[in-house]
Nanobody, 120 residues
Framework: QVRLVESGGGLVQAGGSLRLSCAAS????????MGWFRQAPGKEREFVAA????????DYADSVKGRFTISRDSGKNRVALQMNSLKPEDTAVYYC?????????????WGQGTQVTVSS
């Protein structure tokens, strides 16, 4: 069974920065993609960013391009999301995801989520 643990959420003013981290453990496949999704109150969960096993391929939602950066550590089992120039509309619960490929992240394993609140 795969376990994903997120950390780094919190309250920040608009224009500020936060860094989220996610650590994977347990019965992961040999190679896997990781990513972040978010869900705001009253809205559906949406894709934020993803990174391939090698780290050579990344993908971002249009709403966060140029502001968020996803990265993966050399050991491959940790992923980070650096969030800059935060906006109130970035407020949501952020979830870490893991799957065999970026395309299947939405069907993979999930963490418990970490709250990000951006005040105006």
């Amino acid at each position: 069974q795969v376990r994903l643990v997120e950390s780094g959420g919190g309250l920040v003013q608009a224009g500020g920065s936060l860094r989220l981290s996610c650590a994977a453990s347990g019965r992961t496949s040999s190679r896997y993609a990781m990513g972040w999704f978010r869900q705001a109150p009253g809205k559906e969960r949406e894709f934020v960013a993803a990174i391939s096993w090698s780290g050579g391929v990344t993908d971002y939602a249009d709403s966060v391009k140029g502001r968020f950066t996803i990265s993966r550590d050399s050991g491959k089992n940790r992923v980070a999301l650096q969030m800059n120039s935060l906006k109130p509309e970035d407020t949501a619960v952020y979830y870490c995801a893991l799957a065999g490929t970026i395309a299947t992240l939405n069907e993979g394993s999930w963490g418990q989520g970490t709250q990000v609140t951006v005040s105006s």
